[in-house]
C-alpha cells in the first residue's frame, strides 16, 4: 500500500515546525509523525488522502499560517506531498555524538531523557555493574580501564558530559576534551565551587581563558526547583538540544559562505 511522505519544504517567519519535519499518511488516515499539529496539519492530512485516491505522485502547496487556517502564527510554510512505497520510511535527523561520562543516578537520567532525541551517546564508565541491564537504541555503553582515553578518539562536533563518580576524573577528563579545539562544548556537572576550583586548576594545567570559554559548569537549565535525578536530566536535555542548534545554524552559515565565494 502506498503512503503519502509530507514535507516541510520551506518555513518562514513563526511556523510550529521546522524545514525538514515529516510526517507519513495512509489511505485510512494513520499517520506517523507530525508537521506541527492544528489545522495546518489535518487539512495537511486531508490533501494526502486525496492525492492517494486520485494517484497523483507529488505535487507543492502554501500555506499563510494565518486566520484562514485558525492559527496566529504568521508564518508561511510550503509542504511537498510525494506518493512512497511501504518500503520508505520517514528520514531520521543526524545524530548528534555525544560522550556521556558517568553512570550513576543522573548519568541514566540523562541517558532515558537522551533517547528519543537526535543523539547518539557513548556512554563511559569503568565500573562495568553501574550500567542497567537494558539501553535506549541510540546508546552504546563503554567501561574502560582509562575513561580519559575515550576523549582522542571522540569524533569532531561530539558534545561531552562530565558527572562520573571521581572529581580527579572529572577534571582530567575537562582537561583531556579542552586539548581539543573540534569539540564545541564540554559540560561537567557540578556547584560554582566546583566551577570556580576547576577554572583555576585548568589554568594552572595551561590552558588559555578562551578555551575555558567551552567549559560549562554547573550543566542544565537551572531553576527548575528540584535537584531530582530526571529533573536535571530534562534541563541538561534542552541545554544540549541549543547546543546542536547553535552547531547546525553555524555549519548553516559556513555553508552560505562558501556558496557566495564559489
Partial sequence: MSR???????????TPREAGAAMLVDEAGRFTGTIGGGTLEWQALAEAQRL???????????FALGPD????????VTLRFERVTDAAVLEKPEATPLLLFGAGHVGRAIALALAPLPFALRWIDPRP????AAFPPNVTPVAPADPVTEIAG??????????????ALDLALCDAALRRDDLPFVGVIGSATKRARFLSQLRGMGHADDTLARLTCPIGIRDLGSKEPAVIAAGVAV???QERAKAAESRDVSRGRHVQSA
Fill in 4 to 14: 503519502i511522505r509530507i514535507t516541510i519544504a520551506e518555513a518562514r517567519g513563526s
Fill in 69 to 76: 487556517l485558525g492559527q496566529c502564527c504568521g508564518g508561511r
Fill in 129 to 132: 555493574n553501574a550500567f542497567p
Fill in 52 to 62: 492517494l485516491r486520485s494517484g497523483t505522485a507529488q505535487r507543492e502547496m502554501g
Fill in 154 to 167: 571522540a569524533e569532531a562536533g561530539s558534545l561531552v558530559l562530565i558527572l562520573t563518580h571521581s572529581h
Fill in 239 to 241: 541545554q544540549l538540544l
